[in-house]
């Protein structure tokens, strides 16, 4: 919850191609001391939890009955 709060205040850095989204995620940690981990674990759970996020939607979009749930869904929307 965490990564999705800070995803959304600092939103138009990560959508900026000039700005790298390792330094972006520095300079949120450097804002927020719950953050422990390293810029690099940060960027992959992100990228992780998004990737996760698009293949549940992409499942979803496929007529079935068997509907599959993200954790996060709610929020990442």
């Excluded at 293949?55 to 079935?64: D, Q, T």
Aim: with cysteine; hydrophobic share 30%; aromatic share 12%.
């Amino acid at each position: 919850m965490l990564l999705i709060s800070q995803y959304r205040e600092h939103e138009k850095l990560f959508k900026n191609l000039n700005c790298k989204k390792k330094s972006v995620w520095e300079h949120t940690m450097a804002e927020n001391p719950n953050f422990s981990a390293r810029p690099e674990q940060v960027n992959g759970k992100w990228k992780s939890a998004t990737i996760a996020f698009s293949k549940c939607c992409n499942y979803n979009s496929i007529l079935r009955n068997d509907q599959k749930e993200y954790p996060f869904y709610r929020e990442i929307a």
